[in-house]
């Protein structure tokens, strides 16, 4: 079986490297290069929740770089598990020990020391905090995306987005519930339509002002219905959300309201 978070890797990459440069990213001072290009930056920041901590896309992005150029980047991954950027968090959440951490604690901590050109930031997953879709809660993502891109203006930094990867419920089946219920200690089966809005609105800022946004949902779900035509069972994350090497994964401690 292919390793599934190589079906991204081309988004990725695409994003990294190559693309139209934004107002943003062209005011910062940093160009970040034409379709084909590398970017003309030396260090990249990797911020995002376990998905990014996990490591495996950064490494995947930093193997084709050494692989087909000369190009050498310094390539920093601050990703932190049970993440959001939207500063939110569940009842129960680490069974109460502890609320999820929020980005914008540490961004400014971390932009300081780590003095990047370029912002790579995956977000979405954690950051509906595995409920039905609610409008404050979506603005609450919306408000701390812009959060970032407005301390990466103040430093001069480009920012690349990548948008939240596929929640599968099919492989924890027996781990989430429906819809009409007063609470969540498990995910909301239909999860994934949430992460669905949330990356149609980054989409919608890619094209309407000029944000640079790797569409990394929609590669993972088209990958997942073609795959499952062969395979009903096929999934690309055992705990339902983290892109795991052959399917391997565990519930509850990536990604699940109870997860540490």
Request: aromatic residues 8%; proline residues 7%.
């Amino acid at each position: 079986m292919a390793d599934p978070r190589a079906v991204c890797l081309i988004a990725i990459c695409a994003g990294v490297m190559a693309g139209n440069v934004s107002a943003q990213n062209s005011a910062s001072g940093y160009s970040v290069g034409k379709v084909g290009e590398l970017p003309k930056v030396d260090r990249i920041l990797f911020l995002g929740d376990s998905i990014t901590a996990d490591g495996k896309y950064i490494e995947y992005v930093e193997t084709i770089v050494l692989a087909t150029s000369k190009k050498r980047y310094d390539m920093i991954n601050l990703g932190l598990a049970s993440e959001t950027v939207s500063g939110l968090t569940e009842n129960g959440h680490a069974d109460g020990k502890f609320p999820r951490p929020n980005l914008h604690e540490r961004l400014v901590r971390a932009l300081e020391k780590t003095k990047p050109q370029l912002i790579v930031a995956c977000y979405g997953m954690n950051d509906g905090i595995y409920h039905p879709y609610r409008d404050d809660r979506f603005n609450k993502f919306v408000a701390g995306v812009q959060v970032v891109r407005d301390r990466a203006w103040d430093r001069k930094i480009a920012v690349t987005h990548l948008t939240p990867p596929v929640f599968d419920p099919l492989p924890i089946k027996d781990k989430v519930l429906p819809a009409g219920r007063n609470s969540y200690p498990q995910p909301f089966e239909r999860y994934n339509s949430v992460l669905d809005r949330y990356t149609l609105w980054m989409n919608g800022k890619s094209r309407r002002t000029g944000w640079r946004v790797v569409d990394v949902h929609k590669a993972m779900a088209d990958y997942l219905e073609e795959k499952r035509k062969a395979d009903p069972e096929f999934t690309m994350a055992k705990d339902g959300c983290t892109p795991m090497k052959r399917g391997t994964g565990s519930w509850p401690n990536r990604c699940s309201p109870h997860g540490e």
